[in-house]
């Protein structure tokens, strides 16, 4: 069955059969921090990373089909440190990554890719979407720590995944290669118009093209 059959059928069954239905509750995202949240320090008195956590990305049955049907799902992560003065509080610094999930044909698994930064890392290959997704779901260390001691911070996550079109995936190799921004933010097309047609409709299935999510910590002491 062809992607474009296989998305018209799932766009007519969004319709006909779960209009006015509610979606998948909302994945939980959250920010751990060690010690209970009072603070970061560590036994040798360093500072502890915090880690990131999430639960059912691809709760959403007609996610997980498409994910299943060749169209890779990117999640964009972007953790952000506030650090405390006086009635406001300000941007210390964030950090930005980047997870997608793409399933190979060819060998019949779904692999995991992350990026931080100019760092690649293959997070594995996986039999099923669910095991795939339990690798994503494990608490992911962020090297961001408070530089000032004394002070009140807390964190705030913020959470995008999207659906990319099959168009997009040879920008997304090279993107992944560094050679280029993704082309989901906008700023390379798609190959063709089939692209863009293919595109259209994989956000009429989705009920929107990105899907957006937030977790705030704690506030706590450096």
Known sequence: MSSALLLLQLA????????????????????????????????DGGMEAPRVAIGAVFGSAE??????????AQLRFRL??????????????AVTWDVVVAYDPR????????????QLT??????????AQEAIARPFPVALLPTRRGRQYYYNLVLDVET?????????????RGELRP??????????????????????VLGGERRHYEARSVRFRA
């Open 183 to 204: 082309a989901v933010r906008g700023e390379n097309n798609p190959a063709s118009a089939l692209g863009n047609g293919m595109r259209t409709l994989v956000t009429r």
């Open 164 to 176: 990319l079109s099959v168009s997009d995936l040879d920008q997304l190799e090279r993107w992944l």
């Open 122 to 131: 293959d997070v594995g290959s996986f039999a099923t979407l669910t095991s």
């Open 63 to 72: 996610t997980r089909e498409l994910v299943r049907s060749g169209f890779p």
């Open 80 to 93: 952000e440190l506030w650090r405390g003065g006086g009635w406001f509080y300000d941007l210390e610094g």
């Open 12 to 43: 007519a069954a969004s319709i006909v059969g779960s209009a006015g239905a509610q979606r998948a509750s909302a994945p939980p995202v959250e920010i751990q921090l060690p010690t209970g949240g009072v603070s970061l320090a560590a036994a």
């Open 107 to 118: 060998a019949q698994v779904y692999r995991v890719r992350r990026r931080v930064g100019t």
